[in-house]
Structures are given as C-alpha cells and as structure tokens.
Nanobody, 125 residues
C-alpha cells in the first residue's frame, strides 16, 4: 500500500512562489512516475505536471509551463512542485499521485491509482 501526504500549500500573492512536497511511503514510489493534479472549486481535477520514475523526463500542462517545476528525491521518497510566478487562476487544491496505468496518458486521472489528500494553494491578486 502507498501513502501520500502533501504539504507546503498556503496563501501567496500573484507573482509569488510556493513549494509543495509529497511524502510517500511504500516501495512502489521509486519505480513509478508521479504526477501533480489540481482541482479548483466547481471544476474537474486537471493535470499539472508529471515526472518519470528516474526523474529524467518531465511534462507540464500548458497553463503552468515555464512557471512550475516538478522534481523528486527518490532517496527520501518525496515529490516536489515548485510554483513560481503564481497567478490567481492557480488557486486550487493540489494533489500528488502515483502512476500505475500505462494504457492511459500521463495527463489523465485514470493513469494514477494512488492519490494524496491534497494541499490548498490560494493566490491573491
């Protein structure tokens, strides 16, 4: 079983930065890609970023490309998301997830089997 706990969310002003962490337990972490998703009030959960198991390949949603950076520390079994140049539209609950289904694209919710509880990011203008 895999346990994922996000932290680092909070309040930031537009143009500011936050750094999210996702601490994982379970041996599956180091052998799987990881993703960040976010869900704003009244909206569907949407893809934010993905990183391969070895950390060498990353992908981003167009809305965050150039502003957010996903990374991982496999020794510490921790996933990170650096959020820079924040915009009010980045306000959402951010979730980390473990990719398990390789028949689904990395930017689809169905590709991930394990999810954290989420951490709130609020960006004021």
């Amino acid at each position: 079983q895999v346990d994922l706990v996000e932290s680092g969310g909070g309040l930031a002003q537009a143009g500011g930065s936050l750094r999210l962490s996702c601490k994982a337990s379970g041996s599956i972490f180091n052998r799987n890609g990881m993703g960040w998703f976010r869900q704003a009030p009244g909206k569907e959960r949407e893809f934010v970023a993905h990183i391969s198991a070895n950390g060498r390949s990353t992908s981003y949603a167009d809305s965050v490309k150039g502003r957010f950076t996903i990374s991982r520390d496999n020794t510490e079994t921790t996933l990170f998301l650096q959020l820079n140049s924040l915009k009010p539209e980045d306000t959402a609950v951010y979730f980390c997830a473990v990719r398990r289904n390789f028949y689904a694209n990395y930017n689809e919710r169905g590709a991930y089997d394990y999810w954290g509880q989420g951490t709130q990011v609020t960006v004021s203008s």
